[in-house]
């Protein structure tokens, strides 16, 4: 069974650094393109981040030189690094697992991050 485990949310002031986590479990981790999707409340789910398997990346242009996306393939993670946070930043963030080559992907369940003062 395929398991995507999001951590690393809370609640932190603005100008402030969040570290996300996705574990994945039951899937070859290495074969597959992740990517960070957030939600706010009564807004769309937006991309925020992605990271192919080959370790190359891509921003959404509000995070570009904020987020940092990364991932360890001997632990199975990926991660999320989000510096000089802002309270437009507060949202659901969900790990979303893609599988190269064909449509088979996966979403974690979640994990919340606000920004507040």
């Known amino acids: 069974q395929v398991q995507l485990v999001e951590s690393g949310g809370g609640l932190v002031q603005p100008g402030g650094s969040l570290r996300l986590s996705c574990a994945a479990s039951?899937?070859?981790?290495?074969?597959?393109?992740m990517r960070w999707y957030r939600q706010a409340p009564g807004k769309e789910r937006e991309l925020v981040a992605f990271?192919?398997?080959?370790?190359?990346?891509n921003y959404a242009d509000s995070m570009k030189g904020r987020f940092t996306i990364s991932r360890d393939n001997a632990k199975s993670t990926v991660y999320l690094q989000m510096n000089s946070l802002k309270p437009e930043d507060t949202a659901v963030y969900f790990c979303?697992?893609?599988?190269?080559?064909?449509?088979?992907?996966?979403w974690g369940q979640g994990t919340q991050v606000t920004v507040s003062s």
């Open positions: 990271i192919s398997t080959g370790g190359s990346t």
């Open positions: 039951g899937l070859t981790f290495s074969g597959y393109n």
């Open positions: 979303h697992a893609a599988r190269v080559g064909i449509s088979l992907y996966y």
